[in-house]
């Protein structure tokens, strides 16, 4: 099963890490799934690395805007899915 837990709004390609706006918490360990808009997946991952402004975190909350280290692309718009 998963949830629905945020939307990517930025991609940085050169690190790669995605910017993900949350709607729900997100931990180091959670397994996470990228789909384009139309539901279909990217990627799927083991969340290894997270920061806020550029701080290293364990967690993070809904609300917060969080840079996830990725093993795929994703761009703007693409949805977040946490494995549950």
């Not at 940085?12 to 918490?25: R, S």
């Not at 789909?35 to 991952?45: D, L, Y």
């Not at 969340?47 to 290293?56: A, D, F, G, L, N």
């Amino acid at each position: 099963m998963e949830k629905l837990i945020g939307r990517v709004k930025h991609f940085y390609p050169h690190i790669p890490a995605m910017i993900v706006e949350l709607e729900d918490e997100l931990n180091i360990g959670d397994e996470i799934i990228v789909r384009r808009k139309n539901g279909e997946e990217k990627f799927r991952q083991t969340v290894e690395s997270m920061e806020i402004e550029h701080k290293k975190i364990q967690k993070a909350k809904s609300g917060e805007e969080v840079a996830v280290q990725v093993v795929g692309k994703a761009k703007e718009g693409d949805l977040v899915y946490k494995v549950i």
